[in-house]
Nanobody, 119 residues
Framework: VQLQASGGGTVQAGESLKLSCEVS?????????VGWYRQAPGKQREWVAT??????TYADSVKGRFTISRDNSKKTGWLQMNNLKHEDTGVYYC??????????????WGRGTQVTVSS
């Protein structure tokens, strides 16, 4: 099983980025929950957003600007980030869980993708 996070980059304040997180491997049966977290330089990792089924939740700092989604058929989750601010800068990590074909549950963390927003 592999977990690939991508989509980070350097943008100007007010611009947008879309992060993706794909689970791949023949043993993966389902992608259930997707969470995104971020860690700014010198700070602890913080929760950004989660999608569980049809329910999405967001940290207050990103509410109204970020949209989380997932597609079980593609085994992929996304984080659409609009109107980015300098304080959104950090390394973004995805956390995914679901079931393997042998019905074992999995819970994986991606390596992280850097988002830099210049003001």
């Amino acid at each position: 099983v592999q977990l690939q996070a991508s989509g980070g980059g350097t943008v100007q304040a007010g611009e947008s980025l879309k992060l993706s997180c794909e689970v791949s491997g023949g043993t993966v049966f389902s992608l259930n929950d997707v969470g995104w977290y971020r860690q700014a330089p010198g700070k602890q990792r913080e929760w950004v957003a989660t999608v569980t089924g049809a329910t999405t939740t967001y940290a207050d700092s990103v509410k109204g600007r970020f949209t989380i989604s997932r597609d079980n058929s593609k085994k992929t989750g996304w984080l659409q980030m609009n109107n980015l601010k300098h304080e959104d800068t950090g390394v973004y990590y995805c956390n995914v869980n679901g079931f393997l074909r042998n019905l074992e549950e999995y819970d994986y963390w991606g390596r992280g993708t850097q988002v830099t927003v210049s003001s």
